[in-house]
């Protein structure tokens, strides 16, 4: 069987294990999403300050998040890569302090194969201290569903949770699937914040081409 997957690199994603090893692994990317999209989603409260938000529309895409790069959430028993494993993590900043209510998140359905579910847990972390992973959960994880496609983003409710953050402080926002049936078969796709300086113009003589240097999950805190 194959291991589990976390991800690794300094303030961008988190932790890649294999059963109790730990060892850098191949991430599971997804190709460009080129199925039909949905209407793009109303920002949530949009007249609240979030704590944080990558959430952009780009006069360049048709989504507050790039379709075009995206990194598999699995469960175990996914369509994409049967038994594979792969959680995601990525940091941010609270501007301000406060109880988390919703969390968006630019995950969708594959959508190429069938799934056989497509929940999957949701829930904000300290941060370890490293600069390289979360390190202890704060308050209570939220199950969370999966749109069918973009532009729709997941939104998980954190109102009862009891996630309480403090501004200037970093966290940590983190995806998982479990072994219970509503997320065994989860093959979902976090989809990248729409291209910033972190995204590369490269010309072969066949066109310009555009190749991200790690940008990350799109998602917004509020």
């Known amino acids: 069987m194959r291991g589990k997957t976390f991800i690794i690199s300094c303030c961008l994603f988190a932790i890649i294990a ?3 090893a730990f060892a850098q692994q191949a991430t599971l990317r997804a190709p460009p999403y080129t199925g039909p999209m949905t209407p793009m989603a109303a920002q949530d409260n949009p007249a609240a300050l979030p704590f944080y938000s990558n959430l952009v529309v780009s006069s360049c895409t048709s989504c507050n998040y790039d379709t075009q790069d995206g990194v598999f959430v699995l469960g175990p028993n996914n369509c994409f890569s049967p038994g594979s494993t792969q959680w995601l993590a990525y940091p941010f900043i609270a501007s301000k302090s406060g109880n988390v209510r919703t969390v968006q998140l630019a ?9 056989s579910s497509t929940k999957f847990t949701v829930a904000i972390y300290s941060d370890n201290g490293l600069c390289n992973g979360p390190g202890t959960q704060i ?8 749109p069918a496609a973009p532009c729709s983003l997941t939104k998980a409710n954190f109102g009862r949770a009891g996630v309480t953050l403090t501004a200037g402080t970093t966290y940590w926002v983190v995806a998982t699937t479990s072994t219970s049936p509503s997320q065994m078969g989860t ?5 990248g914040a729409n291209p910033n300086i972190g995204t590369l ?6 066109g310009w081409l555009v190749f991200s240097a790690g940008v990350p999950g799109g998602f917004a805190v509020q």
């Open 107 to 115: 995950i969708t359905d594959y959508g190429v194969c069938v799934a």
């Open 201 to 206: 113009n490269f010309n072969d003589g066949n």
């Open 187 to 191: 093959t979902t796709v976090w989809w």
């Open 18 to 20: 294999c059963g109790t």
């Open 139 to 146: 308050g209570n994880s939220v199950i969370a569903t999966a």
